[in-house]
């Protein structure tokens, strides 16, 4: 039994959707009725069954589509994948993580056959089946991080760690929530969050960067991260905003449900063996909020979230405009009630 | 033991006596898999149970980053340190099993260097073994200067001088010769970085010279392992745990206390990482700081200590663990 890719779109007329079991396994990010930032930071082990958790790096309906998408962002706009030329080793990596893992957990879509350096990759949801060697960047189509980033789900920064730093010396990001690769290549680890407000004052990025470049071998790390999208676009980029900025105006009380959506992040962290490199993927999930009150819990616990959120963080996140239209429209499937404690539906 | 890396069980298949001095040391999986691909300057923790008590020494692995079958590991026997490396040579042999940590890397190069300028000193060869290995493969431009008391006593010069000619320069202490580094340190050209592996005094050495020469620190790399030194015995509160341990002459605050059941985080057990750091409650005596983590302020500040290395003299002292 494989997944069912969904075919839609997530521009234009927008035909993005969740299948009922695709919201069940939705990583709603709020384990309390608040939300303020915390360095939520736990081992990125395989979690249950039809969660998000399942398979350290996962693969879900919409996978096929999102290539697509990526594929079309990358056309008209090719800095959005870099790679210094000292993060090559770095990449090839990553091809490996990414291969290794993907045949491991969904044999039935990817195949990976290794003879020494001769690696068979068998991708069958977007027919790829190459032959290559491991190392030689001329027997692949792109370099060995865009190849295999082309393929996965989510954007990639891929970060050089020296000097007691981390630096986004690489990386593919095209479902990004408004932030620019082309803007912070090269940048550190500060300069890179610079712009996040509350967060420097409270020791939060000197505590994460201790913890990050101390990430392991065999022993990757992950956060949520969340934030809001109107349509279910994924390229929300600091290029592209002229496309999509306007969105934001466009929110009525009759078109919440299906126009305005809960968009988390996945964010993994892994250190790369050969490069002592580290790589974050950052695995995008979109919900509509007519798919999200299907869970009274989580309908509940988002409208007071949403409700109760600080003015700084609903400013930085970009949702100042449409706010109090998305409150007013959840307040209706909040009776008061109590929330049980954790992220799961009742 | 909760605390460090994910833990790989090994077999010893075989171990060669270099010199007088110094065992290598080959590890295979047990369950013959491939080990962990790693990088060149990575270290291994190696578990040592001896009798009632573990030991646990972080070695570079020396063995090329492109063979994954097996590791190597090189020890040099110490007469007067603890006890770990005559355990190594003394009572491992080949088809025990033992345990190891994944690979850790603390030393790593600089992959946007131009040339890589390596300064060896005695048995702090080891890690260079990894790194020239992995950038003879890779095409990387590097110069090894390397240290060693007495031609005898020299491990690999043969095998380094056979693997890459004159990229590898020797120098002998008995025949006084010296590594010149003023001249070395003048005529690199731009984009070269410097690491350096070998005795403390070494290091500063280097570092010094390098500083002189106007060299930004980000172009000097250098790894620092303190064995832990024995000291005096010393008693401790452990506050968090309710918990009164004595630290023994030839044992580390850390290792008491692990010995206790209690496992702070580590990664180098060296002073360098930074993992086990351990803030303090009270303390009525004085520190003896040999960690290269903290800074001067907090050596003076009597408010943290690094278990791993650093020791205490005293009436008392109550950590935060």
């Known amino acids: ?346 | 033991m909760s605390a460090g890396t994910t833990k790989l069980n090994v077999t010893v298949t075989d171990v060669v006596a270099v010199n007088e001095l110094v065992k290598r040391f080959h590890f295979e999986r047990t369950d013959g898999e491939y080990l962990p691909t790693f990088s060149g300057g990575a270290h291994v923790v190696v578990e040592m149970r001896d009798n009632d008590r573990t030991r646990l020494n972080p070695y570079s692995l020396m063995s090329s980053p492109l063979n994954t079958r097996d590791y190597t590991i090189s020890v040099r026997r110490d007469d007067s340190g603890r006890g770990g490396s005559l355990f190594m040579h003394n009572h491992v042999k080949r088809g025990m099993e033992m345990v190891i940590s994944y690979p850790v890397n603390l030393f790593s190069l600089d992959l946007r260097a131009k040339k890589h300028l390596m300064i060896a000193g005695g048995i702090g060869i080891t890690p260079f073994l990894a790194q020239t290995a992995q950038l003879a493969a890779s095409s990387g431009s590097f110069e090894l200067h390397y240290t060693c008391r007495t031609e005898a006593l020299g491990s690999y010069t043969e095998a380094l001088r056979e693997r890459y000619g004159n990229r590898v320069h020797l120098y002998y202490d008995d025949r006084n010769e010296r590594i010149p580094l003023d001249r070395l340190f003048a005529t690199q050209p731009l984009g070269t970085h410097i690491y350096v592996c070998g005795p403390e005094g070494m290091i500063r050495w280097v570092r010094d010279t390098a500083a002189q020469h106007g060299w930004p620190n980000e172009m000097v790399h250098y790894e620092h392992f303190a064995a832990p030194q024995p000291g005096k015995p010393f008693d401790v509160t452990l506050a968090l745990s309710k918990k009164e341990i004595r630290v023994g002459e030839d044992q580390s605050l850390l290792e008491a206390m692990e010995a206790a059941g209690i496992d702070p985080p580590y990664l180098c057990r060296g002073g360098v990482c930074g993992q086990c750091e351990t803030n303090v409650i009270s303390h009525d005596g004085t520190f003896k700081h040999n960690d290269h983590w903290l800074s001067k302020e907090e050596h003076c500040s009597g408010k943290k200590i690094m278990p791993c290395v650093s020791r205490f003299e005293g009436r008392s002292l109550v950590l935060e663990r």
């Open chain 1, 1 to 346: 039994m494989g997944i069912n890719f969904r075919k839609e779109t997530f521009r234009d007329d927008f035909t993005f959707k969740n299948s009922p079991e695709q919201v069940r396994r939705f990583p709603f990010p709020f384990n309390e009725d608040a939300y303020m930032y915390a360095v939520n930071i736990e081992p990125h082990v395989p979690g249950p069954k039809n969660s998000v958790f399942e398979h350290l790096i996962d693969v879900d309906e919409h996978y096929v589509s999102e290539m697509q998408d990526r594929a079309m962002v990358l056309a008209e706009d090719p800095l959005r994948c870099q790679s210094l030329p000292h993060m090559t080793l770095a990449g090839w990596d990553l091809l490996e993580l990414l291969m290794v893992e993907k045949a491991k957990s969904y044999p039935e879509h990817f195949e990976l056959t290794r003879e020494g350096d001769r690696w068979r990759w068998v991708n069958r949801p977007l027919g790829i089946d190459d032959t290559f060697t491991f190392g030689d960047v001329s027997t692949l189509p792109y370099g060995p991080m865009e190849y295999i980033t082309r393929q996965s789900q989510g954007d990639f920064a891929v970060l050089d760690q020296r000097d007691g730093n981390l630096w986004m010396d690489a990386g593919m990001v095209t479902t990004q929530a408004d932030w620019s690769l082309d803007f912070d290549i090269g940048m550190n680890f500060f300069e890179w969050h610079a712009p996040v407000p509350l967060a420097h004052e409270k020791g939060i990025f000197t505590r994460a960067l201790k913890f990050l470049t101390n990430i392991q071998q065999g022993q990757p790390a992950r956060r949520l991260n969340w934030t809001m999208t109107i349509n279910p676009r994924l390229d929300t980029s600091p290029e592209n905003f002229h496309k999509w900025g306007t969105d934001r105006l466009t929110v009525t009380p009759e078109n919440v449900g299906n126009k305005v959506h809960l968009r988390v992040e996945l964010q993994s962290f892994w250190r790369l063996p050969r490069s002592n490199a580290l790589v974050f993927p950052i695995r995008c999930y979109l919900i509509k909020m007519d798919e999200l009150v299907a869970q009274p819990k989580w309908a509940r616990r988002f409208h007071r979230v949403l409700r109760d959120l600080p003015d700084e963080l609903a400013d930085y996140k970009g949702l100042t405009r449409y706010r109090p239209t998305v409150v007013e429209w959840l307040s209706k499937y909040d009776d008061g009630a109590p929330t049980s404690p954790g992220f799961s539906p009742d």
